[in-house]
């Protein structure tokens, strides 16, 4: 008979024993090697979806497939509990947000344990708590003690008639406007907080004993955006300094005219009274759009002449000033100059405003560019025309120091005082400041007297009150609060402010990696001892989105900490992999609003986690993601009840010697089980989860026939027990249940994981294809110790290849590591 296979039992049954033995705690041991396995933290928001499953379990997997090879690994979980969700639902609810976050966090740890999963909850953070927000307001003035956090007059999305600030989501429609009263947006500067990423841009460029994917180490690349130029200062008419920076200094005889930024201080100077107006309402229609959208490629360029000029400092060219809105003051300096013959966009721009073309790149061997024609910019190498005592000069399409043409114009600049080589970068500071409630309080406090000075670190954390009042318009209860932001200066003891402010809760992200190591510890934000026992982490795991925002703030941020003696290392993780995305089944994302969602509580119910987490693993390749289909998961939960049903069929007997079966049988089980194991093996260092669960599936046919073949008892139980060890894994509960049926005590989970016996594995026979004249001919199977010789002598006996051999002896015959053989005739 077979035990019946109950999920509903067996599941909770085990998770509750794992917790009473404290299976997964994981203590420093100095005896053994290490694994920090991390994967990316779930915000609250009330319920787990199918997306946090499909980062989890394979994460969760890996994590103990390395602590069955003998790691001691730490594989934790959390709560990333700020941010603005739940301060947008307590405006619409009036209950406050501390009380839905611990509501959200006590259902979804809930969820979380019916993963089975292997967290070590003790370690568990929450980062709206004041025990772990105390030190993001500590790291704060670490910061800032450094000299990397600052405050400066920033932009922000401003409703005016609620207002307050606004989050970017809060901005609706292609007329960006408010989504609580549809008021058209504006931007406003405020003064803010930023922390200086861009001092570290360089170190970030570099990847240097880190194994992360290609993707992320491109993204973060480009986000950087390290260009290599030159600076130039030209003057305007009336004699202001304007420095500019370009990429190709090498062009600047053919600048036509500038563009600057809506933005730029000089704008009001330069503007003649006749073109004021529209400048004016230019200016007002650029300030209502996100950077995004004005820096967008496929936008329509436009913009407006200033009436003003400036002056190119290389050949004495008056040449116009324009505004336009895909020039920001927050990148660069805010002005350009424009040499349309060589950029597409300066190009564009000149055709639409009939401004001069003037070639000063000229390909070689091809006819002369004239800037009245040409139907495009030019941006390849050549020759400097139009350059004064620059025409000839080789240009070629290369950046920097490596183009003969900029060094030289370069050189001159330098030697004039009017530019020199230099470098810019896309990034920008961290902006952390959000005129928000429901995040870390920024630790500063501002006097009239001393300005801004940080809160003693004996007084933090700066906690929020929780007797607030939440207005309909959304602006930020801290502002309105009568008390809380009234304080003493900590210089001269006399009245002042505190900053109102919270922090991006990106800010709470970038550390909490470290907080995992010692949650109960209060003397700092984490445990010097355990600090250097587990870190770095060993592998993090999270979605590629992650890549230009969480991952480059982890980064920077451990890169500032350690220069200021907090922490060690380049880097804080050393390997970075990324999951796809499961998308419904319609294709598109998942959605409420397109009732597209999968529910993995209802799929736990109807079928168990091991299912659930077999399915995730098995339904694509797990870099990837896919659609869910609904109706695979049904193989993936007969697998496991065939599973079940084969190592609990009490009606099966091998244990009297005429049921050994047949010596070649046993040898075959062995061979396939060796092979799969070795197979697996790979796949879990890999990060192929897929392939198991298939190679699993496979395994199990085999196994079967195995079976019905009969086999001898102590090569049966070797393939179980190496079938259930690999199995348990990806299905740790059914795995349990199975290996305390055979070896009752020690958990199925702290086995090591088994060696390969590669004899076992080796097959005894091999297919190799043969090659007449690089032609696919025929097919040998032969003994796999069969030697070159053997192999080179059974080919040739091949009545197939004799023949094409048409009686002739071959020149040559060669065998290709037992893969291939070719003949030469």
């Not at 109102?500 to 445990?527: E, I, K, Q, V």
Request: net charge negative; aromatic share 12%.
């Amino acid at each position: 008979m077979t035990i019946p296979y109950s999920p509903k039992d067996i599941e909770p049954k085990w998770q509750a024993q794992w917790e009473a033995d404290g299976l997964y705690h994981s203590d420093i041991d100095e005896k053994r090697s290490k694994y920090y396995a991390l994967t990316m933290l779930p915000y609250p928001s009330g319920d787990l979806h199918i997306g946090h499953w499909y980062a989890m379990t394979p994460s969760d997997a890996r994590a103990r497939y390395m602590r069955m090879k003998g790691y001691n690994v730490l594989f934790p979980m959390g709560f990333d509990a700020f941010g603005l969700p739940a301060e947008n639902a307590a405006i619409k609810s009036g209950i406050h947000p501390m009380v839905r976050t611990r509501d959200n966090i006590v259902r979804m740890r809930k969820q979380l344990r019916s993963m089975g999963a292997m967290f070590d909850w003790r370690r568990e953070m929450v980062s709206c708590e004041p025990d772990y927000y105390k030190w993001t307001e500590w790291f704060f003035i670490q910061l800032y003690k450094q000299g990397l956090a600052y405050r400066k007059q920033s932009p922000v999305d401003f409703c005016p008639n609620c207002n307050t600030t606004l989050a970017r989501e809060q901005v609706w429609g292609d007329d960006r406007h408010c989504e609580r009263c549809n008021t058209p947006v504006i931007k406003k500067d405020l003064s803010q907080w930023f922390f200086k990423t861009t001092q570290y841009a360089d170190e970030l460029l570099r990847y240097d004993g880190i194994d992360w994917p290609e993707r992320v180490k491109t993204l973060q690349t480009n986000w950087i955006g390290k260009s290599e130029g030159a600076s130039v200062v030209f003057f305007t008419a009336a004699g202001d300094a304007m420095e500019i920076f370009t990429t190709r200094p090498d062009t600047l005889w053919g600048a036509t005219f500038m563009v600057i930024s809506p933005e730029h201080p000089l704008v009001a100077k330069l503007t003649t009274p006749e073109h004021k107006d529209e400048v004016e309402a230019y200016k007002a229609a650029a300030a209502r759009q996100s950077d995004i959208e004005r820096e967008a490629t496929d936008k329509e360029k436009t913009g407006v002449f200033t009436g003003g000029y400036a002056i190119n400092p290389v050949n004495g060219a008056k040449i116009p000033v324009w505004i336009a809105d895909y020039v920001l003051m927050s990148y660069g300096t805010g002005a350009i100059m424009a040499v349309p013959a060589h950029d597409e966009r300066d190009f564009a721009f000149a055709r639409k405003f009939e401004l001069p073309v003037i070639p000063v790149i000229q390909p070689v061997g091809e006819a002369d560019l004239d800037g009245a024609t040409m139907e495009a910019a030019y941006s390849g190498g050549g020759v400097m025309v139009n350059s004064a005592q620059f025409n000839g000069t080789s240009v070629n399409d290369k950046k920097g120091k490596e183009n003969p043409g900029i060094i030289a114009v370069a050189k001159y600049l330098e030697e004039k005082g009017i530019g020199k080589l230099a470098v810019t970068y896309k990034l920008r500071d961290w902006l952390i400041s959000r005129q928000r409630y429901w995040g870390s309080p920024i630790p500063m406090i501002y006097c009239e007297t001393h300005g801004w000075n940080p809160v003693p670190e004996d007084q933090l954390p700066v906690t929020l009150p929780e007797d607030v009042a939440w207005k309909p318009t959304g602006e930020s209860p801290l502002k309105l609060h009568p008390t809380w932001s009234k304080t003493i200066c900590p210089v001269c003891g006399g009245p002042a402010t505190r900053e109102t402010d919270t922090m991006d809760t990106f800010m709470c992200s970038s550390w909490y990696h470290l907080r995992y190591l010692s949650p109960w510890y209060n003397a700092g934000p984490f445990d010097e001892q355990e600090y250097n026992y587990w870190m770095p982490v060993d592998t993090y795991t999270g979605g590629i989105e992650h890549a230009n925002m969480h991952l480059m703030y982890t980064r920077f941020f451990h890169k500032a900490l350690r220069d200021a003696g907090i922490t060690q290392g380049a880097e804080p993780m050393t390997q970075l992999r990324n999951q796809g995305m499961v998308l419904g089944e319609d294709g598109d994302k998942m959605s409420k609003s397109k009732g597209n969602v999968v529910a993995p509580d209802i799929l736990v119910e109807h079928y168990g986690a091991d299912t659930v987490r077999a399915y995730l693993m098995f339904f694509a390749r797990w870099e990837m993601g896919a659609p869910w289909d609904s109706k695979g998961i049904e193989g993936s939960a007969r697998w496991v009840r065939r599973v079940w049903m084969l190592f609990t069929d009490s009606t099966v007997e091998f244990d009297a010697p005429s049921q050994m079966g047949t010596e070649a049988a046993t040898r075959d089980l062995r061979r396939k089980v060796h092979q799969m194991l070795k197979r697996i093996t790979r796949d879990f260092e890999n990060f192929e989860f897929n392939t198991i669960v298939s190679g699993l599936m496979s395994l199990l046919n085999d196994l079967y026939k195995a079976r019905e073949a009969g086999v001898g008892l102590a090569e049966w139980n070797e393939a179980r027990d190496i079938y259930v060890k690999m199995m348990a894994p990806v299905t740790p509960h059914i795995a349990e249940e199975l290996w305390q049926l055979s070896h009752p005590g020690a958990s199925v989970h702290v086995q090591p994981w088994p060696q390969v016996d590669e004899a076992a594995a080796r097959d005894d026979e091999i297919t190799i294809p043969v090659q007449v004249n690089g032609k696919l001919r025929d097919r040998l199977t032969v003994p796999a110790e069969a030697s070159e010789e053997e192999i080179k002598a059974l080919a040739l006996a091949s009545e197939t290849v004799q023949k094409y051999l048409e009686g002739k002896p071959p020149k040559k015959v060669i065998v290709a590591q037992k893969r291939l053989i070719n003949i030469v005739v």
